[in-house]
């Protein structure tokens, strides 16, 4: 009796798979020392393909279903095993598994700053990441590819492939975009609908369908981001005489925190007589009249009061200037405009 168990043991009768855990691509069905019986059972669940391989060549594929295996199913297979005359069972051959669901949440990222040319700053480095999604979608090509005759192939054993294939690409795509580095954050949408272009062939040739790509962020690394953060400044702020009147406005509170006590106080309130100075002088400027003033004059005195009030406000932000003074300075302003 245990000798037909053991007998019965070496004949496969039903063959399936249940993924027991998520990330594996492929698997092969254990099959030494076995043989599958004629009329045997092939369970397919959905999100899945099975694929018979004869002696290294791809045989039949299934989807999704339940199947008796003869040979009006197992037609490459009969013609491989010249099985047109006699069908023999039980016989032997590789059954592989592969997961069709998506794989979602794959992250991709430049381990280190690509170089490119950029119109405002010339040649910088710059950093980039976000996630893709794909799934497999040729499974005898991803045999042939990638996977081959190992027990199991999982999403991370791809994913440095993976992420290589969109590090090359990103490097193409920013160098050619001619995007300024300023304005790519605007363009994250377009120029992951570019790159999901440019990547889906290369995906396909492993058997893969890109789903989606996502640009989640572009940066510079700490010491350009700095310079940028500083050109804003300039640019916020203006020309170079109103560049100084904001740092002097910047350095009053920090000089009032100083440990020098006095000598740190005398330097907020000399900072401080400096920019009531120049405030003094933007606000003369600005309501100075302007006999027989063209509607261009009009309208540049008109941007120079706006000018003096984003610099007011300013100050009230950093406690230089109360709200109630500024709303008075305001209402007068706005008063010349009428």
């Not at 009006?72 to 099985?83: A, E, G, M, R, Y």
């Not at 910088?124 to 005759?149: C, H, N, Q, W």
């Not at 910047?250 to 440990?259: G, K, Y």
């Not at 261009?296 to 008109?302: M, Q, R």
Request: proline share 4%; hydrophobic share 40%; aromatic share 10%.
């Amino acid at each position: 009796m245990a000798i037909m168990d053991f007998i019965r043991k070496q004949f496969i009768d039903v063959i399936h798979w249940t993924e027991e855990s998520d990330g594996v691509l492929a698997y092969r069905y254990p099959m030494q020392d076995f043989e599958i019986q004629n009329g045997a059972q092939l369970t397919v669940r959905d999100s899945q393909t099975a694929m018979f391989v004869n002696e290294g060549q791809v045989a039949d594929v299934f989807g999704p279903g339940r199947y008796a295996l003869t040979t009006q199913t197992l037609p490459v297979l009969t013609n491989l095993k010249n099985w047109d005359k006699l069908f023999e069972s039980p016989f032997k051959s590789d059954v592989y598994f592969f997961s069709t669901r998506l794989q979602l949440d794959r992250k991709w990222g430049t381990p280190n700053p690509i170089t490119i040319r950029d119109k405002e700053f010339g040649m910088v480095r710059m950093r980039a990441f976000g996630i893709y999604s794909y799934k497999l979608a040729d499974p005898a090509r991803f045999y042939k590819e990638i996977s081959g005759t190992r027990e199991q192939y999982t999403v991370d054993d791809l994913d440095g492939q993976l992420r290589n294939l969109v590090v090359g690409a990103i490097s193409d795509m920013f160098g050619e975009s001619g995007v300024p580095f300023i304005d790519m954050a605007a363009n994250q949408n377009e120029f992951g609908t570019t790159l999901r272009a440019a990547l889906v062939p290369l995906f396909e040739r492993y058997g893969l369908a890109l789903d989606a790509f996502v640009v989640q962020n572009v940066s510079l690394p700490e010491e350009l981001q700095k310079t940028l953060d500083a050109k804003i400044s300039m640019n916020i702020v203006g020309d170079m005489g109103r560049f100084t009147q904001y740092q002097v406005a910047t350095s009053i509170p920090l000089a009032a925190q100083n440990e020098g006590g006095v000598a740190g106080i005398g330097a907020g309130i000399g900072a401080g007589m400096t920019i009531g100075q120049s405030m003094a002088q933007a606000v003369g400027q600005a309501a100075q009249p302007a006999a027989g003033a063209t509607a261009g004059a009009s309208s540049a005195g008109a941007d120079e009061i706006v000018a003096t009030l984003e610099k007011l406000h300013g100050l009230v932000g950093k406690g230089i200037l109360t709200q109630a003074e500024f709303e008075a300075k305001k209402a007068e302003l706005l008063g010349k405009l009428r």
